[in-house]
């Protein structure tokens, strides 16, 4: 198969593989115009897609009306602290890549990394902190459910 190299922010996979936990496999062009809709089908057929990790706009952001000159302009509301999303998400990928033993612009298939969330899985918790624990809890059911998914296993 042929090699096929996306970047990724780290968090914007372990979104996709929750959606595919709770049974989201398809995507519909969003909105805002991310490439959700057409890189989910090329990771469901190519499952050892390479992702280069970064916290900065990844192939998913480029089309997106809030990608602006390397940056998401957008903003988020509802976590109180944070007004940007662009610090938001860098915040919260460099929690990832600490959690994972990642670091940005590392290499690494999308099943590997699969693997490795799984294996590390019990030290999730301290991720989304300004989460209620009860939704972390089903953000951590859902995510083992989308992996198990993803690899080709059944539960
Ligand atoms: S640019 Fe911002 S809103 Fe758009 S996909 Fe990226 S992180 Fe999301």
Redesign the pocket.
């Known amino acids: 198969m042929k090699k096929t190299v996306i970047q990724m ?1 780290p968090h ?1 996979f372990l979104d996709v593989l929750r959606n595919f936990g709770i049974g989201k496999t398809k995507y519909e062009p969003s909105q ?3 490439a959700l809709y057409s890189i989910v089908p090329g990771l469901l057929s190519n499952r050892d897609t390479i992702f280069k990790f970064t916290s900065g ?2 192939d ?2 480029r089309p ?4 602006r000159q390397g940056k ?3 903003t988020v509301s509802a976590h109180g602290v944070y007004k940007s ?2 610090t938001y ?1 860098r915040h919260l990928d460099e929690k990832i890549y600490e959690w994972l033993g990642l670091s940005e612009g590392q290499e690494m298939t999308a099943s590997d990394y699969c693997r490795l969330v799984r294996n590390k899985i019990n030290d999730i918790d301290g991720i989304w902190i300004e989460v209620p624990e009860e939704e972390n809890k089903k953000r951590k059911e859902a995510l083992l459910a989308g992996i198990a998914f993803y690899l080709g296993e059944s539960r």
């Not at 997106?64 to 990608?67: A, I, L, P, R, V």
């Open positions: 922010k914007h805002n115009g991310n706009i990844d998913v952001c997106c009306k809030y990608h998401c302009a957008n999303m662009n998400n």
